[in-house]
């Protein structure tokens, strides 16, 4: 398959950083970068559903090193790569929503990115599928690798929704269910066709290769043989708690106030609970499948022993915790991510508990490398702990959703503050389903405190134009996606 190449050197020596572009040579290690779309801790070897089918996930976690406890920056697409690309939080750029791209406002056009990075010091850079959000990545001005293969998206779909009309605007991606398709009918199955056709061709090394699958975001369209794993009859539910969010507050609902994604309570009306998470599993074995193509050829190349292999999810997805399907919150099921690390240097077979970001995959990857430290990245090396996996870590986990909106995760505990002031407290070692908010017990509040001086200091406003999933708070008035949210309105879907 033709390699399309579409980077010019002289772009990167525009960018406001100095970047040093040394002699390529092979002695570096080359980079698998596999990025997997709204998977949550339902694999395997992280053991967040007891049904789930993931053995070459599994396997590569047994090669490498897993992170048991690490979450993304942000739990929506856009924000959640910007901010691991650039090795930014959200809360330092302002990108919040599915838009904009950062190309698109001037004050973030000339950051460098991580495959950037990798460019300018040595490596030759293919990507294919989703690693920047939506089609991003693939612009002429500027371009973020030097080969693209396939985009991302759904490639085969039925003639009709299956899951039939749903709320918030009846969107066609909100779908979910079997219709007899193939695996080669997928573009997940065309994206790893592409990256197995580049290692089988040996591409010029040292190289960066980036690989984004597309499942199990909706719509949920797996091919039939990974329906059959998972027979509806025996599907188990995630662990529920009727009227969960009575002790969360109003504004707990700001960050995802009217979605395309349905309240549970329509999925159980709908008899589509059990169905959707059926759907859930069988895409994430096919995507499981796909990966393993992908290692697979690693290995028959010869060269995965002097390749560094990391596996990451954007952010997590409900489905039915919290009365919600989807993402956009600040609990565990949307910030836990499945985060492994394996190749040179990197112990086997070991797992950390510690918290770790998604942050922390720029300056990590720079350091195995061998590369020259970006210094005003904010996420931390995980060399130490990939090296020593008894190696502590002082810092915990901050994801942001939204203008000052942020979640504290350490070690045992969950630390929620919204923008209006309010907050929660889970205990995540006694209480992993955060069914207990303990913000009202005073003998709390001296950890209250210390979480919250992890809050981020200063929050960028959000960039504006197209408000998709942006939350504003402008002269005392909370306006979602442009429009505000009275007192007096009913939560969409559930009032």
């Given at each position: ?14 960018c ?52 048991t ?34 190309r ?72 979910w ?67 969960d ?6 504004s ?21 609970d ?61 910030t ?39 210094k ?119 009032e």
């Amino acid at each position: 398959m033709a390699l399309v190449l579409l980077l010019g050197f002289s772009l990167l020596l525009s960018c406001k950083e100095d970047v040093k572009a040394p002699e390529k040579t092979a002695s570096k290690p080359n980079v698998l970068f596999i990025a997997v779309d709204d998977l949550n801790d339902w694999i395997g070897c992280l053991q967040g559903h007891p049904q789930i089918k993931t053995p070459n996930m599994d396997r590569l976690a047994a090669m490498g090193t897993l992170f048991t406890n690490a979450h993304t920056q942000s739990p929506i697409c856009n924000p959640s790569r910007t901010s691991l690309l650039t090795g930014y939080r959200p809360s330092t750029t302002g990108i919040y929503g599915l838009s904009p791209w950062i190309r698109q406002v001037p004050d973030l056009k000339d950051m460098v990115t991580l495959p950037q990075y990798f460019s300018a010091n040595g490596y030759a850079t293919y990507a294919t599928g989703k690693i920047f959000h939506g089609g991003y990545g693939k612009g002429k001005d500027p371009v973020e690798f030097d080969s693209l293969g396939p985009a991302s998206g759904v490639k085969t779909a039925p003639p009709k929704k299956l899951a039939g009309e749903t709320p918030g605007g009846n969107n066609p991606w909100v779908d979910w269910g079997d219709f007899g398709l193939k695996k080669e009918d997928t573009q997940d199955y065309d994206i790893a066709s592409w990256a197995v056709d580049v290692l089988k061709n040996t591409p010029e090394e040292p190289y960066f290769l980036g690989v984004g699958f597309f499942l199990p975001h909706v719509p949920l369209f797996a091919p039939t043989e990974h329906f059959k794993k998972y027979p509806k009859d025996s599907v188990v539910m995630p662990p529920m708690l009727a009227n969960d969010r009575t002790d969360t507050p109003r504004s707990s609902w700001y960050n995802h106030w009217d979605v395309p994604e349905p309240r549970w309570k329509w999925f159980q009306e709908k008899k589509q609970d059990t169905l959707f998470v059926q759907a859930y599993l069988a895409s994430i074995s096919f995507v499981d499948d796909q990966v393993g193509r992908v290692l697979d050829a690693l290995e028959a190349s010869g060269q995965q022993d002097n390749t560094i292999i990391v596996l990451w999810s954007d952010h997590g997805f409900h489905l039915g915790e919290k009365e919600i399907s989807g993402k956009n919150t600040l609990w565990e099921r949307a910030t836990r991510v499945p985060l492994i690390f394996a190749g040179r240097g990197i112990g086997v077979g070991k797992r950390y508990a510690e918290p770790v970001e998604l942050l922390d995959i720029y300056p990590t990857l720079n350091e195995l490398c061998g590369l020259p430290p970006k210094k005003d990245l904010e996420g931390h090396s995980l060399v130490p702990q990939l090296t020593d996996s008894e190696t502590p870590r002082p810092w915990p986990a901050i994801t942001t959703n939204n203008w000052n909106n942020h979640a504290v995760r350490t070690t045992n505990w969950r630390y929620i503050r919204y923008a209006d002031g309010e907050e929660e407290l889970y205990d995540m070692k006694n209480d992993p389903n955060e069914w207990e908010n303990r913000i009202d017990d005073q003998q709390l509040k001296p950890l209250v405190d210390s979480l919250a001086s992890w809050l981020p200091k200063e929050n960028h406003l959000p960039y504006t134009g197209n408000y998709q999933r942006v939350l504003e708070y402008k002269n005392d008035s909370i306006i979602w996606q442009g429009k505000a949210i009275e007192a007096s309105d009913p939560i969409p879907g559930l009032e």
